[in-house]
């Protein structure tokens, strides 16, 4: 079946840290790979994405790459802020064009000053 | 940027009653609108695909007849979790897929803000 692990959390970091948020999966097929964030209060929303192997999503300073033959997706930062503090889902669309998302458990991250 | 709207954010009610929870997008029209729940510290699990003008399609073992989704229109789903037990409190999360942006693969999912629910 298909499957999504992420690392338990919390993440406790301090400002400037690097950030690794380790995601595994299990698919049938070839998913798109994603990683979502939700602000407290706020809805999940969009980090970045990857539709094949060896592509690398990137967005605010997050990158993550889609490693076809560790069947991982690992989020990283070089240096986190206090903003980034957040829970961090990853996840994986099995079918193509049906959006059909299979999460991970979700990691949260706190950033101190 | 697309908003998806979701009320309540949080509800608490009595074993036996109902509960509705609505899904509005609010500046996009929604063809396909999809409901999660999310037990602590665990995934959020799909539960239901809802179509405009359609039955929804449920997941495998997700009770049609407990967790009702009507999708009226283009800007609105909802859930109602009737008789509602205390084993169904649990977070409810919905989300959207722009119809402007639903012939693309790549086209995101904008989310709710999520609905707390907890049954005494």
């Known amino acids: 079946g298909n499957s999504v692990t992420q690392m338990e959390g919390p993440v406790t970091l301090s400002e400037e840290a690097f950030l690794t948020i380790n995601c595994t999966y299990t698919a049938t097929g070839y998913p798109s790979l994603f990683w979502y964030v939700q602000y407290p209060g706020e809805g999940l929303q969009l980090l970045l994405k990857a539709t094949k192997a060896d592509d690398k999503g990137s967005n605010k300073g997050f990158e993550a790459t889609y490693r076809k033959e560790t069947t991982s997706f690992h989020l990283e930062k070089g240096s986190v802020q206090v903003s980034d503090s957040a829970v961090y889902f990853c996840?994986?669309?099995?079918?193509?064009?049906?959006?059909?998302?299979?999460f991970g458990a979700g990691t949260r991250l706190a950033v101190h000053p | 940027g697309a908003v998806v709207s979701q009320h309540p954010s949080w509800v608490i009610c009595k074993s036996g009653t109902s509960v509705k929870i609505e899904c509005r997008s609010l500046d996009f029209q929604a063809t396909t609108m999809f409901w999660y729940r999310q037990f602590p510290k665990q995934s959020l699990m799909l539960m239901a695909t809802s179509n405009e003008g359609s039955k929804a399609t449920y997941e495998q073992g997700v009770e049609k007849d407990k967790f009702l989704i009507n999708h009226a229109s283009l800007t609105l789903s909802t859930l109602t979790v009737t008789s509602a037990h205390p084993e169904d409190s649990s977070f409810y999360i919905c989300?959207?897929?722009?119809?402007?942006?639903?012939?693309?693969?790549?086209?995101?999912?904008?989310f709710g803000n999520g609905t707390r629910l907890t049954v005494t």
């Open positions: 996840a994986l669309d099995p079918f193509w064009g049906y959006n059909k998302l299979i």
């Open positions: 989300s959207a897929r722009d119809r402007e942006r639903g012939s693309s693969y790549n086209s995101p999912l904008h």
